[in-house]
């Protein structure tokens, strides 16, 4: 309702500025162009005149009312270590310029009511003035000459690069229509090569699998940031003009295709602290959804975020990130709980250059599986729960031929047999049904043996093991399809005794 008033009321002040051109053309018919003119510039003058300090009080004013809410002023204080250096420019410039900006008004106001047009006026011309000249030229010259000096050494400070042996977290933000791709190193702390034409559905950054930095990145969903600690963000852009913009820690730099750039800051706040400067100032305590003045209020839902401030399409707005920023223990376990983006969505497929070989982490989480499976098997009371399948034990299609990464499940069978001196244990091969019984019965019982000769091999006593083939007889599921058959071609571990 309110706002319908407000449009009424402006449509009803046009009509009536429009009547009143109306009547002023009719007198002006009436009694006269020149004189009409008089009256209309000596009208227009009083007018502007009036308007001047209207104008400026709404302006200082509005600008003391909205103050709290303006970067740099009241509860918006940088959050970073650069930040305060660029909020004393801005409010140095302010000074100089809002100086200018009254004086300027003022005689732009002044002068339209002073110098109004008046029968029997003449204007003045002046073709040179070297005293205006002067003034107007030299003051400038050395105001700007002091705010280029102290804006150079504030470049010079905010632009520098981390230095040699300095401390400090790399991360990488790739914008694209429309969001930020956000990648962090893993606990070698580097983050690994990317080239363009390496892109594809399941490499979305075109990250180099042959860089063994890549392995541990890990890709994240929102920015996370130790406080009081150096970071360094590398820019990049996958298809048009964006821009990397921080707006609480005062950072802003261009993501362009093809040019990496980067910029480098300290957070100094952490978001609970942020929430409390601003739970301080009555314009953040109100309810931040107005339709549930019972929910929390607007100091509450804060977070910093990451924005785009280009227009690079319709959906530019989408292209924001929150950004949490926590202390150094937080962020540590934080960063400790994210998958690395090989490992959870490269490893052994077309992608991945490694399927050959077998990382620290694959060996001891193999390891620590068979431990828990054998633990299991031994405290079980009936002969079912005794048994499980080594999964990870393979073989040469259509042969009894160990592949080579099953060394390592057989090397956790040889040590829990030896953590174990009285375990006797059934190795048992099984396959599907592809073939004839008798081709299946000899493969299972051949592959059963060359896991026990290699148990054997590496120490373990052959009286403690019984190697048996079951061919086809004992599927674990359907032999319809490949999956299932897949399922049935494996090699069990039974204890006996």
Request: hydrophobic share 40%.
């Amino acid at each position: 309702m309110t706002a319908l008033l407000i449009v009424l009321s402006i449509i009803l002040i046009a009509v009536v500025a429009v009547q009143i051109g109306r009547v002023t053309e009719l007198a002006s018919k009436i009694r006269g162009e020149e004189e009409m003119q008089e009256v209309s510039n000596r009208r227009q003058g009083a007018y502007l005149l009036a308007f001047l300090p209207i104008f400026l009080v709404l302006t200082i004013g509005s600008g003391i009312y909205y103050k709290n809410y303006m970067f740099g002023f009241g509860a918006m204080n940088a959050a970073s270590e650069h930040g305060p250096v660029l909020d004393r420019m801005f409010n140095i410039t302010l000074f100089f310029t809002g100086i200018v900006f009254i004086i300027t008004q003022i005689a732009l106001f002044y002068f339209a009511y002073k110098y109004k047009g008046k029968k029997g006026r003449k204007a003045d011309f002046i073709a040179h003035d070297n005293r205006l000249e002067i003034v107007w030229t030299l003051i400038p010259a050395v105001v700007m000459t002091f705010l280029v000096i102290g804006g150079l050494d504030a470049w010079n400070e905010v632009m520098a690069d981390v230095g040699p042996g300095e401390e400090y977290l790399e991360i990488e933000a790739t914008g694209y229509q429309f969001g930020w791709a956000m990648r962090y190193p893993g606990p070698d702390g580097k983050i690994g090569e990317k080239d363009f034409q390496k892109i594809s559905g399941l490499n979305p950054l075109g990250q180099n699998w042959q860089d063994e930095k890549n392995l541990d990145d890990f890709h994240a969903s929102e920015i996370y940031l130790p406080v009081n600690k150096k970071i360094r963000v590398r820019i990049t852009s996958k298809d048009v003009l964006h821009n990397f913009y921080l707006p609480h820690f005062r950072v802003k730099m261009d993501a362009v295709p093809g040019m990496p750039t980067y910029f480098v800051f300290t957070p100094t706040k952490t978001t609970e602290e942020f929430r409390l400067q601003l739970s301080k100032y009555p314009e953040y305590q109100v309810p931040a959804d107005p339709a549930d003045p019972e929910g929390p209020q607007l100091w509450e839902n804060f977070d910093y975020e990451l924005a785009c401030a280009e227009l690079c399409g319709r959906s530019h707005f989408a292209m924001r990130l929150p950004v949490k920023v926590v202390s150094e223990q937080e962020f540590q376990a934080w960063a400790a709980k994210q998958p690395s983006y090989y490992m959870s969505t490269i490893r052994n497929t077309q992608e991945d250059p490694y399927t050959d070989r077998l990382f620290e982490s694959e060996i001891s989480e193999r390891k620590a599986e068979f431990n828990e499976k054998l633990e299991s098997a031994l405290t079980a009371e009936t002969p079912d729960e005794k048994v499980f399948e080594l999964e990870y034990v393979k073989f040469e299609t259509g042969a009894a031929e160990l592949t080579p990464l099953s060394r390592y499940e057989l090397n956790n069978i040889v040590e829990g047999m030896a953590k174990y001196p009285d375990m006797r244990v059934e190795l048992a091969g099984h396959t599907d049904n592809t073939g004839g019984d008798e081709v299946n019965q000899t493969l299972s019982e051949n592959r059963a043996q060359v896991v026990y000769d290699y148990l054997v091999e590496q120490g373990v006593s052959a009286d403690r093991l019984v190697a048996r083939g079951y061919g086809a007889s004992q599927p674990v599921d359907t032999n319809n399809t490949d999956a299932g058959r897949e399922k049935n071609r494996r090699t069990e571990f039974k204890i006996i005794g």
